[in-house]
């Protein structure tokens, strides 16, 4: 009987999904903050999206925590992924993130091949803000993010400015 506990259980385990994942969305247009994000090509090429330039891109939503939201917000952007191969970046070993504040992380590719990480434009259905870690967010589902060793705080960018390749 033990066996066939152990059994059920690891079969119901096994099928659950460990994380969310984003979700394809419709986003309907609306005013957003003002914001750039500058995107570097491995050529050298810079492209410069606003909040609403972004959403053009195929859009997602993702319902999670983040470590300064204890309840759950239902985040709408972009697929970091998507944005890097319209730019030649899938490929790279690392970008580096600059945020409006100056602030820079490099986010090796093994992060982002484990992560669908959203590049959100939108909270709850609104623009995004910086006095709640907008205008332009990078979200990992908490749930993924607290499962990994390769998660750290800080590949949550926020008021993120600039994606380039590390050098």
Known sequence: MRNIIF????????????????RPVTLDAIDHTAAELIVVGTDGAEATYDPATLERM???SLTTTTPWRSDPAVFEGVLLTDLLAAHGLSDI???????????????????WEE???L?????????HSRRARGP?????DMDAY???ANAREDYLVWMAA????AR
């Not at 059994?7 to 984003?22: E, G, R, S, W």
Request: glycine content about 2%; overall charge negative; hydrophobic content about 50%.
């Open 146 to 148: 607290s499962a990994s």
């Open 162 to 165: 600039r994606i380039e390749p």
């Open 7 to 22: 059994c059920v259980l690891a079969a119901c385990l096994a099928a659950a999904p460990l994380a969310a994942a984003p």
């Open 136 to 140: 332009i967010q990078f979200v990992i």
């Open 119 to 127: 590049v959100a434009t939108r909270v709850d259905g609104r623009a």
């Open 93 to 111: 070993d690392a970008i580096e993130v600059t945020a409006e504040n100056d602030y820079s992380v490099t986010i090796p590719r093994a992060v």
């Open 115 to 117: 992560f669908s990480i």
């Open 58 to 60: 195929p859009t997602y």
